[in-house]
């Protein structure tokens, strides 16, 4: 790994680990005040996932996919003012209109409520709206960041946004905050609504002061014509058809989980959460550091280069991701017992977070996979072909979450659903591979699979070893958040060792690579 990418990579992985700690005390604040397992909690996930699915629906899945690679072959401030002007045009306009049609869209994504359900989600998704705009300035603008070298400053910024939701929440709490959807007051409607967005336009500030510390001159254009309007609805069209996909998906699954019983949303979102951390740490670190160096040897078309780029995100991912998952799988119901088993939460939801959460387990390494490849065709302008695995994908992703409600009745079908988004994974990380494998000539198979097979069995060591720990410590701490989290410390502690023992017996090269570069 060479040394600027070791030093990126080290900055956005702290970065990224910062951020998502303070994710974390966001979630844990708002489970003890609005209760995981109780109805208020859901309808509020329900509400503030709708400006994400509204955003990645009108531009947001576009913005991901082609932002740094025009950015990198039209690097001039001009395009840039432009492409930004064009982004808070669009987004403003969809403000407006879905505010208008908050009603309706509630009603879509959420399906049959209550009373007091349906009001109060209107409510908060009135308030959480203009979050769409904030998503789209801060993506355009951490964009321009990274083509302009500074990658971990976008890392860092949602640390913003998630001490201010902290801050709401103690907030709502001082002023008498329930967990009791019928008992919630006005005030405390407007603290959480108002509070909330207030978090994500505070990380979109973050970001404009970032970027005007690089010189780059923050300026609305009348006219955003110049930007290739025509060539990027080209290539954005194919990744808008991938996220409608995706969030008819979203919908469906929310639909069956509200459907199945109170709690199995915020337990499916939880788990959800915790599952992105080693993603987001090890893969998007990884990943935003190599994007504009792939970009450019894509560019050249110097397709050998595309090649050893994705390989080494793939091994480098690898070898943390591997011993990750197996740790998911045996430690996800003490790990979610350990950090929602309090305040208002119930211990019933708790427990099915962590179910979900050893679920989600088993997709960890084809879902980073599977999105390290996608990279590659982004980088070489291609969305048409991600687009295409991507509904295979949201395909396998609403067949499991259905055949789980049909099979496990109750709460429980979101358990099903996760082991489905595994399968779904699978599928595209094996289709992509093969596409890919057509279009570079070779997707160094042959050395990811030796890597591999060095990183499972050590991975399989260090799993078995947390497991019996685990067994061991639980029968000593006995059930409760503080048992939990004792087994929690002393299973991982335990499983660590073993696997950076076995992967060193086992001579896995891209362990000793990695820890170099983060010791440099």
């Not at 355009?140 to 500074?150: F, M, N």
């Not at 990027?232 to 979203?250: C, D, F, H």
């Not at 550091?289 to 792939?294: D, I, R």
Request: glycine share 12%; net charge positive; charged share 10%.
């Amino acid at each position: 790994m060479d040394e600027g990418l070791a030093r990126a990579g080290r900055a956005m992985a702290v970065g990224t680990f910062v951020s998502r700690v303070t994710g974390f005390l966001r979630t844990l604040a708002l489970v003890a005040a609005l209760g995981l397992g109780k109805g208020l909690f859901d309808i509020y996930t329900v509400a503030n996932t709708l400006p994400n699915s509204i955003y990645d629906l009108v531009l947001g899945g576009a913005l991901t996919s082609v932002l740094v690679p025009l950015l990198v072959r039209y690097p001039d401030e001009l395009y840039a003012q432009r492409l930004l002007s064009l982004v808070v045009y669009g987004l403003g306009a969809t403000v407006v209109v879905t505010t208008l049609f908050a009603p309706q869209i509630v009603d879509l994504c959420a399906g049959d409520l209550g009373a007091d359900q349906r009001r109060v989600a209107i409510v908060l998704t009135r308030f959480f709206l203009p979050q769409v705009l904030f998503y789209g300035v801060g993506t355009t603008l951490a964009a321009v960041l990274s083509a302009r070298g500074r990658q971990a400053v976008p890392m860092w910024a949602p640390v913003a946004n998630n001490l201010v939701v902290v801050a709401t929440t103690a907030a709502y709490l001082a002023i008498g905050g329930t967990g009791s959807l019928e008992r919630l007051t006005v005030a405390q409607t407007w603290l959480l609504g108002v509070g909330t967005t207030a978090g994500v336009a505070v990380q979109a500030l973050v970001l404009c002061l970032a970027t005007r510390g690089t010189g780059f001159r923050i300026r609305l254009r009348a006219d955003p014509r110049g930007v290739g309007v025509r060539r990027i609805a080209a290539m954005a069209g194919w990744t808008l058809l991938s996220v409608a996909a995706a969030q008819v998906a979203i919908v469906v699954v929310n639909r069956l989980a509200l459907a199945s019983g109170e709690g199995a949303l915020g337990a499916y979102a939880n788990a959800y959460t915790l599952f992105q951390l080693p993603y987001a740490v090890v893969t998007v670190s990884i990943v935003t550091g190599v994007l504009p160096g792939l970009s450019r040897a894509a560019a050249r078309r110097d397709l050998s280069l595309v090649t050893a780029e994705l390989s080494r995100c793939l091994r480098l991912s690898g070898v943390v991701l591997l011993p990750v998952a197996a740790f998911l799988v045996v430690l996800g119901p003490y790990l979610a017992t350990a950090l929602f088993a309090h305040g208002n939460a119930t211990p019933s939801a708790a427990a099915l977070t962590g179910s979900v959460l050893a679920a989600y387990g088993l997709a960890l390494v084809p879902f980073c996979g599977y999105q390290v490849l996608l990279r590659g065709f982004y980088a070489m302008q291609d969305t048409r072909t991600p687009a295409m695995i991507g509904l295979l994908v949201t395909a396998t992703t609403i067949g499991g979450a259905v055949v789980s409600a049909w099979l496990v009745p109750g709460p429980r079908m979101v358990v099903g659903a996760a082991v489905g988004y595994a399968l779904a994974n699978c599928a595209g990380f094996l289709v992509a591979a093969a596409v890919l494998r057509g279009r570079l000539g070779r997707v160094d198979g042959h050395r990811l699979l030796r890597a591999h097979g060095r990183m499972l069995p050590a991975a399989l060591v260090a799993g078995g070893a947390a497991a019996v720990v685990a067994r061991l410590t639980g029968q000593v701490t006995g059930p409760g958040w503080a048992g939990s989290l004792a087994v929690v410390l002393a299973a991982g502690a335990c499983g660590g060792l073993l696997y950076g023992l076995a992967a060193w017996a086992l001579r896995v090269s891209e362990l000793r690579t990695l820890v170099s570069a983060l010791r440099a």
